[in-house]
């Protein structure tokens, strides 16, 4: 995560100012009791003073929830989540839960080692120290958004957005995914607890990438995170979601949501790097990602690309869709999904054409390793007004080992006789050949690994911000130590 | 003492005996050819010099600066010293030359508890080497052998051991796909590799490499064993009779 790295340089570097703005929403206490019912909502609303509105829009989710099945077409398995046995709404942690590096998983240790995390952020990543207790004396946030405040630019929480923009709020929430879209965006609808809110201007090219990092109380965004950017006509912005370092978090299932409208001639680059805990070699423990990321391109000429990385996770559930309303608007979709041992991972995307001449390309690259198990899944749909749509598919499976299995599972569905849909895909294993070419020029068995899988990923690799790519390269090679050998 | 010291090296391939008692040393800065017939294990020796997993050594020694070398491992070998410009070499999808390149010399470096190596000086340094043996930019930034020629391959096999100056180099037919303009440009790229602290095994089913990297002492590999060794003349008397004699003997 070299963002943090940058910002933890920068917090040295700058002095002065005391840490008082920021996205730290001033909640101070408690958690709900386990399960889930009307009252747990009201409780989550009331707690973060949300206007009427928003708690019946929540209402409103939950009471579909109930009507709602668990989806089971997706390739993976995972034994019954009860939701009367989780928490819905825990307080921000304040304090450390461990009282040093020494006490922590000596594992994970080693892992913040090889992807060369200064020992400050490996102490906020472990938990030793709570963010802010870094940050206390200087506040890279408040740098930031000065900075990004000269623009126009809006970049805070979503709790925070309800109160200070809740015209935009109320016109964008739920306008991409809508409350009872799926089941687990149905459920994230109902509790969400944060997110980010990003709102960029007219005609404005936000200064610098937007990073979740920046964002001081980050950690605490909780299993129910909801995001919404909006890049209003012409506008441009690229977010960073996530970070390379393994994340552990006691709460196992993970129901995001994101959503990005892009108007008139914008252009939204979201990227994600996903390290969540895939749990031990037999998955025990690993979160269960269940995702609802979409972006609708509204606007003519307007373009929202999806850059992923998944290496984490028991299990990954997730499909970044886009959009194509407006003529002439370009949807992308580049992934890079690893599995090993015992993960699952089951993601896609769809690229829903409507508007005239929408141009769509969806990269992807699965890797498995172990005895996982690497789906994919794409919807390419173009409807009946979409003249001269166009969609450029390729998926390259990469297998390492003989107990791994990839799947492509591509659904297409065009209405448009002018509309050309192009899908290439391969199943291809590291070979022998290879590793002994890479292995007699020095590399280690596991450094060929990771060299012979960045070059498979290359084409997706080199979609990624800078700052992200290079560690995003080693957290390819650390996932797969052991894979070979 | 010799650089490289073989001894009584005997060595399988699925359970077929391939190597049948090889006894070679190679003093520094030495060059020694082997010649031999398709097929009578020069690339096998090669292999398992490197420590190509399935290549089983069943009895003898193989000692590099007094190290012994089949306590190691592929990777270890590459580190110590040998290097293996392969008959066949390799191609890596999307690994760009300069990043394979760049990736090598660090492993040495971290061996050696050293930091990476500075990006720029390396490019530079990697670029002067390529021009003189006819490696366009282009090349490193292509994925490595991908959509290569034959001399093209060869070539960036050498410009590898340029760039990484091991002290044991193998070359496994290293002329075969070449035109006769190819191998000048690689054989004098290899000679300029000659030095006292370095020592080449140059294999070749052909006389006519020998003309052009012109070793100090040659062998003949057949039916698993030394058959025969000599100086320059034996490649030309090769050259004359074939291998005919040598097949006979073996068989
Ligand atoms: N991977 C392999 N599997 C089975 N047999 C092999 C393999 N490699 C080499 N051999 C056999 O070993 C013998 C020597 O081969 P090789 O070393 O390639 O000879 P050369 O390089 O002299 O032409 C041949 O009989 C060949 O068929
Ligand atoms: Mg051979």
């Known amino acids: 995560m070299a963002a943090t790295a940058d910002t933890v340089r920068q917090v040295e570097e700058v002095t002065g100012r005391a840490y008082k703005h920021g996205f730290v929403t001033d909640i101070d206490m408690d958690m709900a009791p386990k399960g889930l019912d009307e009252t747990t909502i009201r409780f989550i609303s009331a707690k973060k003073k949300e206007p009427e509105w928003l708690l019946e829009w929540r209402l409103k989710a939950f009471r579909q929830w109930l009507q709602m099945k668990e989806p089971n077409w997706a390739k993976v398995g995972y034994p019954p989540i009860d939701y009367q046995d989780l928490y819905y709404y825990a307080a921000p942690t304040q304090k450390p839960k461990l009282n040093s590096l020494d006490e922590v998983d000596p594992e994970l240790l080693a892992t913040y080692e090889k992807l060369g995390i200064p020992l400050k952020e490996q102490e906020i990543l472990a938990g030793v120290v709570a963010v802010d207790a870094v940050f206390d004396s200087v506040s890279v946030a408040t740098t930031y958004k000065k900075e990004l405040e000269k623009h126009g630019v809006v970049f805070s929480s979503i709790s925070e957005a309800v109160h200070n923009y809740p015209e935009l709020v109320k016109r964008y929430l739920g306008s991409v995914v809508p409350a009872a879209d799926n089941y687990f965006a149905c459920l994230n609808s109902a509790v969400f607890t944060d997110g980010s809110f990003v709102y960029i201007p007219k005609g404005v090219r936000c200064p610098m990438e937007l990073s979740t990092y920046f964002r001081i109380n980050a950690e605490n965004t909780g299993q129910f995170e909801r995001t919404l950017i909006v890049a209003d006509e012409g506008a441009y912005v690229s977010y960073l979601e996530g970070c390379t370092a393994p994340q552990r978090d006691e709460n196992q299932l993970h129901a995001a949501v994101v959503e990005l409208v892009a108007l008139d001639d914008a252009e939204i680059k979201y990227s994600t790097v996903q390290n969540w805990y895939p749990g031990d070699e037999n998955g025990k423990g690993g979160i269960y990602n269940f995702v609802t990321k979409r972006g609708a391109c509204r606007g003519r000429r307007s373009k929202i690309s999806w850059t992923q990385v998944e290496t984490g996770s028991a299990i990954t559930w997730k499909y970044p869709s886009c959009i194509l309303q407006g003529d002439d608007s370009v949807g992308e979709f580049y992934s890079v999904a690893i599995t090993n041992n015992a993960q699952q991972a089951d993601t896609g995307t769809k690229m829903i054409h409507l508007g005239k001449n929408t141009r769509s390309t969806i990269i992807s690259k699965g890797i498995s390793a172990g005895r996982a198990d690497n789906t994919y899944r794409g919807l390419v749909r173009v409807g009946k007004r979409a003249e001269g749509a166009r969609n450029f598919t390729q998926c390259d499976s990469l297998l390492i080992g003989d107990k791994c299995g990839a799947h492509t599972v591509p659904y297409i569905e065009s209405k448009n006789p002018t509309a050309r849909v192009e899908h290439e895909a391969t199943t291809s294993k590291i070979s022998e050949d290879q590793l002994f070419y890479c292995m007699s020029r020095g590399l280690s068995t596991e450094d060929a690994v990771g060299l012979i899988v960045n070059g498979f990923c290359k084409e997706v690799m080199k979609e990624l911000p800078m700052e992200f790519a290079v560690e995003a390269q080693k957290l390819i090679g650390i996932s797969l130590e052991g894979s070979v050998g | ?251």
């Open chain 2, 1 to 251: 003492m010799a650089l490289l010291e073989i001894k009584n090296l005997h060595a399988t391939v699925d359970g077929k005996p391939i190597l049948k008692g090889i006894d070679l040393s190679v003093e520094a800065g030495q060059v020694h050819a082997i010649m031999g017939p398709n097929g009578s294990g020069k690339s096998t020796l090669s292999y398992v010099l490197a420590g190509r997993e399935g290549y089983e050594v069943t009895e003898g020694s193989v000692r590099l600066d007094g190290r012994d070398l089949l306590e190691m491992e592929t990777d270890e070998r590459a580190v110590a010293g040998v290097f293996l410009a392969m008959q066949y070499p390799v191609e890596l999808p999307g690994v760009t030359g300069m990043t394979f390149l760049r990736e090598a010399v660090n492993a040495r470096r971290k061996a050696a508890g050293e930091d990476e190596i500075d990006a720029m000086g390396f490019l530079k340094m990697v670029r002067a080497k390529a021009k003189t043996l006819g490696v366009t930019d282009d090349m490193l930034k292509r994925a490595v052998n991908v959509g290569f020629s034959g001399g093209e391959k060869k070539r960036n096999e050498i410009l590898q051991m340029a760039v990484l100056e091991p002290k044991f180099c193998i070359l496994d037919e290293t002329d075969s796909g070449l035109d006769i303009d190819a191998l000048k440009v690689v054989s004098e790229g290899v000679n300029a590799l000659r030095s006292a602290g370095r020592s080449m095994l140059v294999i070749t089913h052909y006389q006519r490499l020998l003309s052009h990297i012109e070793p100090d002492v040659i062998h003949v590999l057949a039916n698993g064993r030394i058959q025969k060794t000599g100086g320059k003349e034996l490649a030309l008397e090769l050259e004359k009779n074939g291998y005919a004699d040598f097949a006979e003997a073996a068989a």
